[in-house]
């Protein structure tokens, strides 16, 4: 009988499960020469891909951080973006946050809606740009690509909300970034598209196929490309392992985004997501809680979408 041996990858340490009688596997790609760290770095500094981490973001966190009243420095920002302060105060206004009155102004939606549900409009418009783009190499459209990212942010705040409160601020923000990575290698994968889909239909994981062509995955180069936005480590650290809980430390927000992807990815098989069923046990719901939670997150990622499009 084949025998399982762990071998840590020498550039992610990310611990590789070889059989041991199995043939091994090639390293495939035509980056194989430089894989890993050293083509890491070089595609962290090529990457355009992601803008540099939005200034109102940056704003609306310092503000949240500190003791000051906060929403009227927060909409002196916004006022400088008049673009962006339009889309938050439509989706102030959309079925999702429930409002009896409309509101007009940012200080009346953060009046009537909390400054975290403020901060919350505010990461949402300003990243739907950026995760809201067309992923040739993995073959996702763009409007795909916005929906499982807002499903995983909602997802992920939900679970929190009812199980880690201290968790929520985090598990939202994290979840809309946090397949960020392919964002980052999808023109890589389009170079050695053939390679990629060759490991899909063999039933790889996308973060397997991944490992395969550059010797790490999307959420391993999203961490460490998120060093340069000076995101909360607790939410990179996350990022990182979101496909890999179990790597990460006995981390409660990892398995939170991991728990949240698993329930976005139901019913979408193609993608080959291998659910770590200890993080989704460890998170904690019955069958029925979960499937309320999934019906939530459809419905509240329909009113968004519906609103922002
Ligand atoms: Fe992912
Ligand atoms: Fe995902």
Redesign the pocket.
Known sequence: MDKEIDLPCPACKTIIKLKKNAPQEPVVSGFDSQAGDALMKKIIKNSRALPPMPQIIIKANEVLSSDKAGFKEVGDVLATDQAMATRVLKLANSAYYGLTVPVSSVQQASALLGFQALLELITVVSTSKMMGKALTGYAIDARDMWEHSLSVAIGAKLIAEKKFPALVNDAFNAGLI??S??LILDDYVAEEKATFEDAMDKKKT??EAETLLFGF???IIASEFFKKWKLPPCQTHAIRY??KPSQSGGDPLSRVLHAA?ALANENKTEQNFANEQNAIDFVGFSDDEWAAIGLEVTESVNHIMATMS
């Open positions: 946090h397949d990575g392919m996308i973060q995955d999307h959420g979101h496909h992807d």
